[in-house]
């Protein structure tokens, strides 16, 4: 799941780029409104953590002209106010939920969870290809009835193919839902993901789900 962060504390954001990256996001972080924007516009984040308290746009302001564009983006609104008004304008202008700081890291996550899940409206919860099962809420992947185990980049990619349903999926489309603005390194990386995710998934069931279509990408194919 790729996040975006807008949040003008640098302590506070580093450390929701720290713990959700150890829970398997992709996070980019903005360090104030206007960037906040541009980055929504631009990228496609499956939920985006908004202060209200910011430089050049407040979230507020941010909210409303991501709604005025069409972005639907599930929106979780973050402020140091403790109020109703507060609330109901951050409801008002179009986010999806608010939390108050000072927050619970646990909360926050099991509310991005759950917007992500309303985002997806009649979706089921875990995403299945065969034999092969992903639960992103429980993080738990089983093939055959036999749990497999991955690390957070090796499950963040078969979602990534699990939920493009057996179409191909270009390199640079994974690295987008995966990876973050500030990856710099060689996108190969992708293979040795791949690769990974097939001794695990593949190999020791005699499957070849994952498959490569040259020049192009990845998709998963159903068994023979």
């Not at 799941?1 to 949040?7: G, I, K």
């Not at 002209?65 to 403790?82: E, H, Y």
């Not at 507060?86 to 996550?109: I, M, N, Q, R, W």
Request: net charge negative; proline share 4%; aromatic share 8%.
């Amino acid at each position: 799941m790729r996040v975006l962060v807008v949040e003008d504390e640098a302590r506070l954001a580093e450390t929701l780029q720290w713990g959700l990256e150890a829970d398997g996001y992709a996070v980019d972080l903005a360090r104030d409104g206007e960037e906040g924007l541009e980055l929504a516009q631009q990228y496609p984040y499956q939920v985006i953590v908004l202060d209200i308290m910011l430089p050049k746009l407040n979230g507020y302001r941010v909210c409303a002209a991501l709604r005025d564009r069409g972005v639907s983006t599930p929106i979780l609104m973050l402020t140091a106010k403790n109020g109703e008004y507060d609330e109901a304008e951050a409801l008002d202008t179009g986010a999806d939920d608010f939390l108050s700081k000072p927050f619970s890291y646990v909360v926050l996550t099991a509310r991005l969870r759950a917007l992500t899940r309303r985002g997806r409206t009649g979706a089921p919860a875990s995403l299945t290809f065969g034999d092969l099962v992903l639960d992103p809420a429980k993080r738990t992947c089983r093939r055959a009835g036999q749990p497999v185990s991955l690390t957070t980049k090796e499950f963040a990619v078969l979602e990534c193919l699990l939920r493009h349903d057996g179409q191909v999926v270009a390199k640079h489309e994974i690295l987008e839902q995966v990876w973050d603005l500030a990856y710099r390194g060689d996108p190969n990386i992708v293979e040795v993901y791949v690769s990974a995710l097939r001794r695990k998934l593949d190999a020791p069931f005699g499957r070849r789900t994952i498959t490569t279509v040259r020049g192009v990408g990845y998709r998963l194919v159903a068994d023979e």
